[in-house]
């Protein structure tokens, strides 16, 4: 069963960056996509980063477009995503999701990591 490990974390004030990283174990990396979602409470889980299994190809929400950068090492089985220019709406838990399908669809990601909390301070 393969299993996703979130780290980086943490506390960040407005306009600073922070850098993700999501490592992959028991699977084959380079055959899955992988999605960065987050999840404030009270509220639905929102994809905002997917790269497909080569990393030739990368969607980004509307609301991290232009600040998010996800990336991958298939060597290293880690995904990164790397947050520049953070705002107080960043604040929430990240998840990494791992599925076989090129998707934004969340239902299709059948592995996820635990989470790693986000806190963007105005």
């Known amino acids: 069963e393969g299993q996703l490990v979130e780290s980086g974390g943490g506390l960040a004030q407005a306009g600073e960056s922070l850098r993700l990283s999501c490592v992959a174990s028991?699977?084959?990396?380079?055959?899955?996509?992988i999605a960065w979602c987050r999840q404030d409470p009270g509220k639905e889980r929102e994809g905002i980063s997917f790269?497909?299994?080569?990393?030739?190809?990368?969607l980004y929400a509307d609301s991290v477009k232009g600040r998010f950068t996800i990336s991958r090492d298939n060597i290293k089985n880690t995904v990164y995503l790397q947050m520049n220019s953070l705002e107080p709406e960043d604040t929430a838990v990240y998840y990494c999701?791992?599925?076989?399908?090129?998707?934004?669809?969340?239902?299709?990601?059948?592995?996820w990591g635990q989470g790693t909390q986000i806190t963007a301070a105005s």
């Open positions: 028991g699977l084959t990396f380079d055959d899955y996509t």
């Open positions: 999701a791992a599925g076989r399908v090129w998707t934004t669809q969340r239902h299709a990601y059948d592995i």
């Open positions: 790269i497909s299994a080569s990393g030739s190809s990368a």
